[in-house]
């Protein structure tokens, strides 16, 4: 439960499929676990993809999900 990345995707992959509601609970748990988060400052610098667009696809979920950039 204390593992912000299993709560990130969740975030992330129900926004994207307009699940909003539990993408904003699952966020709620990473502001919990991490309450200095932030798209920009630490996923920008953790998560490497092949392709931009992979990476601008998760941040886009992280930012629909309600977490800050």
């Known amino acids: 439960p204390n593992m912000r990345i299993g709560h990130l995707w969740l975030a992330a992959?129900?926004?994207?499929?307009g699940k909003i509601g539990e993408a904003r609970t699952a966020a709620a748990e990473v502001l919990r676990i991490d309450p200095q988060w932030t798209n920009n400052r630490?996923?920008?610098t953790i998560y490497v993809f092949k392709r931009p667009a992979d990476?601008?696809?998760?941040?886009?979920?992280?930012?629909?999900?309600g977490l800050p950039d």
């Open 13 to 17: 992959t129900c926004a994207q499929l």
């Open 42 to 44: 630490t996923a920008g």
């Open 55 to 65: 990476a601008e696809h998760l941040l886009g979920g992280l930012r629909k999900a």
